[in-house]
Structure formats: structure tokens, C-alpha cells
């Protein structure tokens, strides 16, 4: 079955540092791959997302690229500030989930920058 | 434009007492919905989807249960709350031709 990987947090970084978290993903296909982000006491907002291998997906700063050959889909954001502190969720949709469209998350990652 | 309500916001109810939520989308029609759970500390569980009125697919067997009435209305229910149930409940919506699911702003419930 499909499958999320992300990297543990919690992760904490001082303002404009660089920020990397990690997320691989098990599926058959090409599946479709998302970044999602939850500030505290709120729903998930969708941060980005690609749908097919090599696309980057961008918006407010973060990139992600979608990497066939190593199943990956890590983000990145080169000078994060306080008000990025909130959980980032990794998913993907898979082929095989047809007309349900189910998406797969991530365990989240927590982060905090600090100013 | 298309939104997704929830309520409420926040619950308190006691062990063995009833539950319902309720989520609804404006802007659409026709829409995939989904029931999360997210306990404290922890991922997104799906609980049950919905490809139309009617029609409701569980992911995980438990005491909960959904129904949809009608097109853009997304119902989550218990007979009986669990100390378990507490946590964060999130509904979802999809267009039936995208792959991006968009979240309503959630219901915390604690059971006590």
C-alpha cells in the first residue's frame, strides 16, 4: 500500500535559517504529492504540491521537488521566520485510489523558529 | 468561491453520551468529503469518505459512524463517546477532477 515518511521533529531553527524537512513515499505509479500546514488550533492549509516526477512546487518561500528516482519530496525554505512555526504534513495520492481520492500523510513535523 | 464550515468548534462531552458534527461546503456541488481524526501529538487518521448522498466508506471500525443527507453536508456521530474519541476532528472536500484535498478549520472534542 501507499505510504508517508517524514522526518522526525520536533525541529527547531532561529529566524532565517535554512530549513530542510524531509518526506519520502512508497507507491506504485506516479503518484500525486502535497505539503500541507497546520498553525496551531487550526485545519490544514495546502503549502504545495507537484504531480508528476522532476515538477517544483512552490508557494510563500517553500519549494519542493518531486524526485522519482529517490521517491522524494523534501521542503525547503532558505530564511524561515517566526511566523512559520506551525506542523508540516507530508501526503500523497496514489493511482490506485481511484474515484475515493484518498491522500496518505505524514506523521507531521513540528517546527519552531525562534527570533 | 468555495469554503467548508464546521461546528462547532469546540465540545465537551461526557463518557457515554452522544455525538454529532457536522461539516458543510458552499461553492460546489458534487464534491468527495472526508472525516480525520487527529489525536494529540499525533497524525491524520482518516475515519470515512463519501463519493456522493448516501454513500459512506470506513476506513477504520469503531464506535463513529457518517452520514450524508445531502450533497455538501458531511455528518459525524457516536451513540456513545469513548474517553478515545477526544481529539481533533477535520473535514475535508475534493473536486472529483483535482487531487487537492482543502480542510475546515476543525472541531476540538474532549470527552471526559
Known amino acids: 500500500g501507499n505510504s508517508v515518511t517524514q522526518m522526525e521533529g520536533p525541529v527547531t531553527l532561529s529566524e532565517e535559517a535554512f530549513l530542510t524537512i524531509n518526506c519520502t513515499y512508497t507507491a506504485t505509479g506516479y503518484p500525486s504529492l502535497f505539503w500541507y500546514v497546520q498553525y496551531p488550533g487550526e485545519g490544514l492549509q495546502l503549502l504545495l504540491k507537484?504531480?508528476?516526477?522532476?515538477d517544483k512546487g512552490s508557494n510563500k518561500g517553500f519549494e519542493a521537488t518531486y524526485r522519482k528516482e529517490t521517491t522524494s519530496f523534501h521542503l525547503e525554505k532558505g530564511s524561515v521566520q517566526v511566523s512559520d512555526s506551525a506542523v508540516y504534513f507530508c501526503a500523497l495520492r496514489g493511482i490506485s485510489s481511484g474515484s475515493a481520492r484518498q491522500l496518505t500523510f505524514g506523521s507531521g513535523t513540528q517546527l519552531t523558529v525562534l527570533p | 468561491s468555495q469554503t467548508i464550515h464546521q461546528w462547532p468548534a469546540t465540545l465537551v462531552q461526557p463518557v457515554g453520551s452522544p455525538l454529532s458534527l457536522e461539516c458543510t461546503v458552499e461553492?460546489?456541488?458534487?464534491?468527495?468529503l472526508y472525516w480525520y481524526r487527529q489525536a494529540a501529538g499525533r497524525g491524520l487518521q482518516l475515519l470515512f469518505y463519501s463519493v456522493g448522498i448516501g454513500q459512506i466508506s470506513s476506513e477504520v471500525p469503531q464506535n463513529l459512524s457518517a452520514s450524508r443527507p445531502q450533497d455538501r453536508q458531511f455528518i459525524l456521530s457516536s451513540k456513545k463517546l469513548l474517553l478515545s474519541d477526544s481529539g481533533f476532528y477535520l473535514c475535508?472536500?475534493?473536486?472529483?477532477?483535482?487531487?487537492?484535498?482543502?480542510f475546515g478549520p476543525g472541531t476540538r472534542l474532549t470527552v471526559l
Open positions: 475535508a472536500w475534493t473536486l472529483k477532477s483535482t487531487d487537492t484535498q482543502y
Open positions: 507537484a504531480t508528476k516526477a522532476d
Open positions: 461553492g460546489t456541488s458534487n464534491p468527495n
